[in-house]
């Protein structure tokens, strides 16, 4: 045996643990996952598994919630996004200056963060209560109040507003760390050019953290595609107001685990995973064209 | 030194190998059947109910286990999504022997096989007779008995003493039209800014609380061929009502009152009246026990008596392994013994004649308006395809409530959606 082939054989038995979990927890299951979507699977009383080609895929295109659902998620991911990446950057910017207390503020922002969803919906159902804080509050103000949860042109935004809450600071913190590895000399070089506080933050923050707004944003995308924990509390499980809290995923699982559909319930998964592939490739499109070079 | 890592490196492989497969492999399960005189366990599973059933059902239990040394009962409750967790768990051959059945899913599980039917099991002792029909044939498929109702509810009409006073109100409402004057009068809006602070009637918008009216105008839930047929113009006559009440801001949803379901409303005093079941009384007594009410039957819908039932079923796991001591289970259970203690509160109605008529609730004043609905209520039930029409009605009927759309565009809409549904998942 050479020597290279020798290293080569006891580098794939350290990787060996790893393929294996990645394999039966992964790779097998989206196989699989793709597999099922080109059939039509029975569960109850005995399984069975029926090729139908891509009927499964044309059924979407017939389907009013699925395409409900896809076009709320869109709305989300449309909203979502963008707000909370110029949120997450613009208070990340604020705690990268020099005011009192940053630390603390630090901490404080990021809290949202390490609450569980779960329960940060439950807390914000309260709050959205129509006798809750926020209806309080902005009577109080005496600004009109809204049905948070029940109103089907609203409960979305509900959802929308208490995750850009809860996932701004997340991406704060990594746009604080690369605000850190900016160097100082560019900005002195700045202010001698005469650049105020926002030409800098413009012409010089934002350009230099280019590549990791293209994460922030993959991360976003992706994220906010996969919305189910909250429109599911929210709802109960029902996508309710009249379907406006209906995201793909929640549909994905009335499918599967509902009506235990789950060839259908497949299909919508992998066109879900495609429209990702697709929406990412694009970015990386948009943001990857100029790289850093340091 | 190359050979040791090499050696590491297939010692640290197998070893994580190793345990990934034992986990796998740990299936030795010891064998179910009853050989004589051994301790048989029996799994039954349903889902949470209050402090007050739950020590009924443990009473029952154990009464059942003291008769019967040899059979074991192992309760498990299923907190949430009910149905979803066991529809899972039946598919991966792990559901328990006996459990729950809600009538609106039965005809959906029993036609796929899972269920065991129960006619070989009934002696003559258990006298199947003795139940009411209704609430027996909603788990009667194909002459096969899947189930005996442990119990049933059907809706009445809660209402405010105090509040009827103050709008100068005696009696309950007799008629649907009866009952919008009374709505009117039981509105009020102290602050006077537009938003009652006493709406007249708390309602919920789901068929399951909608459908007993269609019947007496003649309209259907679904057809023959269990697809949705609720679209039509006899249907809109009959749930146009409630549309209107809702627009006028005399009736509301819970959730309009930012309340979780209509007996909250009602306890909180945001509803002067609310159509609710069995299951609200023993809630208003342990959370508003000053609340100074009365129950009366519903209103007559187009000139009929009308109104829902909702029972629920023991049944058994085709896949059991301890079927007779299953059944003894559920004989028991749904048993005149069993029924009795587990009925006694009045927590839930005896679906057993006998056992009804020895409780004596049809004299109760609070319960008898739900006795006296049995014999002509209507269980909620139409065929296998039930979950989603009922889905599509409810997201549909409530944009309706709200204004976005006329009843009848929600209805059609909704009926052409399910139907959309039944046939692509057909």
């Not at chain 2, 209402?159 to 009068?185: H, I, M, N, S, V």
């Not at chain 2, 409780?359 to 319960?367: A, M």
Request: hydrophobic letters at 45%.
């Amino acid at each position: 045996m050479s020597k290279g082939m020798k290293e080569g054989i006891s580098g794939y038995l350290f990787m060996t643990p790893t393929i294996f979990t990645i394999g039966v927890f992964v790779v097998i299951p989206i196989l699989y996952a793709f597999y099922l979507s080109l059939n039509d699977v029975q569960l109850l009383g005995g399984i069975g598994y029926e090729f139908i080609g891509l009927e499964n895929y044309t059924r979407t295109l017939d389907d009013t919630r699925a395409m409900i659902a896809l076009k709320n998620t869109a709305e989300y991911v449309l909203i979502v996004v963008p707000v909370q990446t110029c949120l997450a950057l613009l208070l990340a910017a604020a705690l990268n200056s020099n005011i009192r207390g940053k630390n603390a503020f630090r901490i404080i922002f990021f809290l949202p963060t390490v609450t569980s969803s779960a329960v940060l919906t439950i807390i914000f159902m309260w709050m959205y209560n129509p006798d809750g804080l926020i209806n309080t509050f902005l009577s109080f103000l005496s600004l009109p109040t809204y049905n948070w949860l029940a109103d089907p042109d609203i409960a979305l935004k509900s959802i929308m507003i208490m995750n850009i809450w809860a996932t701004a600071p997340f991406f704060m913190v990594i746009y604080l760390a690369a605000m850190q590895d900016i160097s100082d000399s560019v900005y002195e070089a700045a202010t001698i050019d005469g650049a105020n506080w926002w030409q800098k933050f413009i012409f010089i923050t934002v350009p230099i953290l280019k590549p990791v707004t293209f994460f922030v944003v993959v991360m976003g995308v992706i994220g906010t595609f996969q919305l189910f924990d909250q429109s599911y509390i929210f709802s109960g499980g029902s996508g309710g107001p009249n379907n406006s809290t209906l995201t793909v995923v929640l549909l994905i699982y009335q499918y599967a685990f509902k009506s235990l559909d789950m060839g259908y319930a497949s299909a919508l998964a992998v066109v879900l995973a495609f429209i990702i592939m697709i929406v990412t490739i694009i970015q990386k499109k948009f943001f990857g064209e100029e790289k850093l070079h340091d | 030194m190359k050979f040791n890592k090499m050696l590491a490196a297939v010692g640290v492989t197998s070893m994580l190998m190793g345990t990934a497969l034992a986990g796998c492999s740990s299936d030795s399960s010891g064998d179910g059947g009853s050989s004589d005189g051994e301790q048989v366990t029996v799994e039954l599973a349903g889902w949470g109910s209050t402090p007050e059933e739950k020590e009924l059902l443990n009473q029952t239990l154990q009464e059942f286990e003291e008769s019967h040394p040899n059979i074991k009962v192992e309760h498990e409750v299923i907190a949430d999504q009910y149905m979803d967790v066991m529809k899972t768990r039946l598919v991966g051959g792990e559901a328990a022997d006996v459990f729950y059945l809600d009538a609106f899913e039965a005809p959906g599980l029993a036609k796929t096989g899972v269920l065991e039917p129960l006619d070989e099991y009934v002696t003559d002792e258990f006298d199947v007779d003795d139940f009411q029909d209704p609430l027996l044939n909603a788990f009667k498929f194909d002459d096969k008995q899947y189930g005996f109702p442990k119990d049933f509810s059907t809706l009445a009409l809660f209402y405010d003493k105090q509040a009827f006073e103050e709008a100068g109100l005696e009696g309950p409402p007799k008629t649907w039209d009866e009952l919008r004057e009374y709505a009117d009068k039981l509105t009020v809006d102290e602050d006077g800014d537009g938003q009652p602070d006493q709406y007249g009637l708390g309602f919920s918008s789901e068929l399951a609380r909608q459908f007993y009216k269609l019947h007496p105008y003649g309209a259907k839930v679904t057809n023959e061929n269990n697809e949705a047929a609720f679209a039509s113009d006899k249907a809109i006559e009959a749930l146009q009502p409630i549309v209107d009440m809702k627009k006028d801001k005399i009736a509301a949803l819970p959730s309009d009152a930012g309340t979780d379901w209509g007996g909250d409303m009602f306890g909180q005093g945001k509803a002067a009246m609310v159509i609710e079941g069995n299951w609200t009384v023993p809630f208003l007594e342990s959370n508003f026990s000053d609340k100074d009410y009365a129950t009366a039957e519903l209103p007559t819908v187009n000139g009929e008596k009308a109104t829902a039932a909702f029972t629920v079923a023991y049944v058994m796991n085709k896949q059991s392994e301890v079927k007779d001591a299953a059944w003894e289970l559920i004989s028991y259970l749904t048993g005149k013994e069993g029924m009795k203690t587990w009925t006694s509160k009045g927590l839930a109605l005896p679906t057993r004649e006998s056992v009804a008529a020895e409780l004596g609730f049809d004299e109760d004043p609070i319960r008898k308006a739900f006795v006296a609905g049995a014999s002509y209520a209507q269980p909620w039930q139409a065929g296998p395809n039930l979950p989603t029409i009922n889905n599509n009605f409810n997201n549909q009927f409530t944009s309706a409530l709200l204004g976005d759309q006329s009843l009848e565009e929600a209805l059609k809409k909704a009926q052409e959606t399910a139907n959309k549904e039944i046939k692509a998942s057909n």
